[in-house]
DNA sequence: AACATTTTAATCGTGTACGATATAATCATT
DNA sequence: AATGATTATATCGTACACGATTAAAATGTT
């Protein structure tokens, strides 16, 4: 038996089940919106700023546009957001927010802190949070530029 | 503009955003078994012991029956695994390395190691991975205690 | 201008995740 | 022993992820 094959020594399994867990969490918190924790996240960048590319929301969320394409024509439907061709290039696509998409945010402004809350029961303080954050930024970066 | 919404201050994206890397980083390296991540992880599980029931392997990676059902349902159809009725209990599903799904731990047995080097390239110490495994767990045991 | 090349999205197929439900087998009570 | 409650998996439907391919449009070159 090989150590290193143990599931207890393994860093990814744990973050692949922090990461499920969460957005778990989340679930409750996005329901009455109406959203998935995807969802939500493109929201959140189309709430910083609006009226971007596919490529512009494929680029910060890091996904591809063949898992974008068919959670933006999902919100489309929700009428959460609108799409048309870019007139500049035709081959892009332009996506929106409806009112109905700005004004969740409304609504989304306590999640934030709901999660937080739901973490901080546990004994992750502050400054354990920001350490996880910049080990997790480090991890991202490595693997984002090892295309 | 509400700053707890911005991307950038958002933990859990980061963590969601880490485990998808991983795992496509782990792609290449699964390939040449035949297998993906989560059945990878099954592997661990039952590399470590061997005969067990659907539901151990569900606490284990803490995912529920409708994922791993299917799951091992093509891991049975790749011939790694085999199932069989419970003798005791006839609900139960007894799961069983077949001799190919032992004998891939051998090809695997490089793979952490691989991992671990492609991670270390970044300014990612032992110390770091040390202090990320830990409040890694404190989140997950924090979250599932929330059932 | 005509055409090969590149770029950008969308489409397609497979494999997870997961809530909700169904099925079947055991257990607890009567 | 019969039956209602519980438990262990499996099934179903929806929504991601992602590699591979396709389609359309802009760009570069001759």
Not at 14 to 37: C, D, F, N
Request: glycine share 4%; hydrophobic share 35%; net charge neutral.
């Amino acid at each position: 038996m090989y150590p290193q094959l143990k599931l207890d020594n393994q860093v990814c399994f744990r973050l692949y089940t922090a990461s499920r867990l969460i957005t778990q969490a989340y679930r409750p918190l996005l329901e009455p919106l109406g959203i998935t924790y995807p969802q939500y996240l493109v929201l959140l960048v189309l709430w910083e700023k609006d009226n971007l590319l596919v490529s512009d929301i494929s680029h910060r969320l890091e996904l591809e546009s063949n898992t974008i394409t068919p959670l933006l024509q999902r919100m489309e439907k929700e009428g959460l957001v609108s799409r048309s061709k870019g007139v500049v290039d035709g081959r892009q696509t332009l996506v929106s927010l409806t009112k109905k998409g700005i004004r969740l945010q409304e609504q989304a402004k306590d999640i934030p802190s709901c999660m937080t809350g739901a973490l901080s029961h546990s004994s992750l303080c502050e400054n354990d949070a920001r350490t996880l954050v910049s080990t997790l930024d480090t991890i991202i970066n490595t693997l984002k530029s090892n295309d």
